[in-house]
T-cell receptor, first 112, second 112 residues
Framework: QQQVKQSPQSLIVQKGGISIINCAYE??????FPWYQQFPGKGPALLIA?????SEKKEGRFTISFNKSAKQFSLHIMDSQPGDSATYFC???????????FGGGTRVLVKP | NAGVTQTPKFRVLKTGQSMTLLCAQD?????MYWYRQDPGMGLRLIHY???????AKGEVPDGYNVSRLKKQNFLLGLESAAPSQTSVYFC???????????FGSGTRLTVV
């Protein structure tokens, strides 16, 4: 049983377009929601994170939107670039427990 | 600053063989984790440690054992490898939840 469900599994977007990845969680005790970016042959790296006391967080071209009532959050990549081609993972955690539960991942390909 | 180092990077085992994966971090982090990554299933937590001498089970611990005798090292053991353990294994360490995980570059294990 996956506690964090991520969609789509893969995504192709043209350069300059918007990439949107969605995640839904079940455990209402989760209160920290990070996104990780993974390039081929590398380990994931923290990209951006949000807590449920805000509905949106933006860092450069990356934005997290959070809907607490729907138990959903999403990552938007604006002006997508070929260098953004990677696998993206959403995750969730209870702050006190530290352990992250990851979604299934989304492979994003940005075509030039 | 090496970060998190995993050895070996690749390994092929025969069913029933044993092996140990080594994770070493030089950042003085308290928390360390072992995840496995399988297509479409994201990263699933195998075991984790909240400090030297402590270990705990994660989501998929069966068939694995761990030890954390020294703060900087976290070892993952497979006593009798099975084809279902074919995966990419990632170790991560963490200073504190909102600092994010630092992942190693992974160990690709194939059990034939």
């Amino acid at each position: 049983q996956q506690q964090v469900k991520q969609s789509p599994q893969s995504l192709i977007v043209q350069k300059g377009g918007i990439s949107i990845i969605n995640c839904a969680y079940e455990n209402t005790a989760f209160d920290y929601f990070p996104w990780y970016q993974q390039f081929p042959g590398k380990g994931p790296a923290l990209l951006i994170a949000i807590r449920p006391d805000v509905s949106e967080k933006k860092e450069g071209r990356f934005t997290i939107s959070f809907n607490k009532s729907a138990k959903q959050f999403s990552l938007h990549i604006m002006d997508s670039q070929p260098g953004d081609s990677a696998t993206y993972f959403c995750a969730a955690s209870k702050a006190a427990g530290n352990k992250l539960t990851f979604g299934g991942g989304t492979r994003v390909l940005v075509k030039p | 600053n090496a970060g998190v180092t995993q050895t070996p990077k690749f390994r092929v085992l025969k069913t029933g063989q044993s092996m140990t994966l080594l994770c070493a971090q030089d950042m003085n982090h308290e928390y360390m984790y072992w995840y496995r990554q399988d297509p479409g299933m994201g990263l699933r937590l195998i075991h984790y440690s909240v400090g030297e001498g402590t270990t705990a089970k994660g989501e998929v611990p069966d068939g694995y054992n761990v030890s954390r005798l020294k703060k900087q090292n976290f070892l993952l053991g497979l006593e009798s490898a099975a084809p279902s353990q074919t995966s990419v294994y990632f170790c991560a360490s963490e200073k504190g939840l909102t600092y994010g995980y630092t992942f190693g570059s992974g160990t690709r294990l194939t059990v034939v």
